[in-house]
Nanobody, 115 residues
């Protein structure tokens, strides 16, 4: 069982930056993949970025060059650094952890980008 809690969302102007944090209830060293997803209003949840226990990363095309995912195993935390934010990035951002065949979700954190 893994619990993940997101933080760091908020209101930012277009072109600004935010850093999201995802704190896990257990060592993320043993979690296969951790990722960030987002859900725009009225749309399905979509992958933003993911990082494996081996530090391999994967990004959605719409965030490449703007967002960076990283992890701090000592703090059991995964981060999403979001730069050059656009109004279309406005969404609820969810942390996801996959371990032992199970998938765990946080409750999400709202990011609002004003134009």
């Amino acid at each position: 069982q893994v619990q993940v809690v997101e933080s760091g969302g908020g209101l930012v102007q277009a072109g600004g930056s935010l850093r999201l944090s995802c704190a896990a209830s257990r060592s993320i060293f043993v979690i296969n993949i951790m990722g960030w997803y987002r859900q725009l209003q009225g749309k399905q949840r979509e992958l933003v970025a993911s990082i494996t226990s081996g530090y391999s990363t994967n990004y959605a095309d719409f965030v490449k060059g703007r967002f960076t995912i990283s992890r701090d195993d000592a703090k059991n935390t995964v981060y999403l650094q979001m730069n050059n934010l656009k109004p279309e990035d406005t969404a609820v951002y969810y942390c996801n952890a996959r371990s032992g065949g199970a998938t765990y979700w946080g409750k999400g954190t709202l990011v609002t980008v004003s134009s």
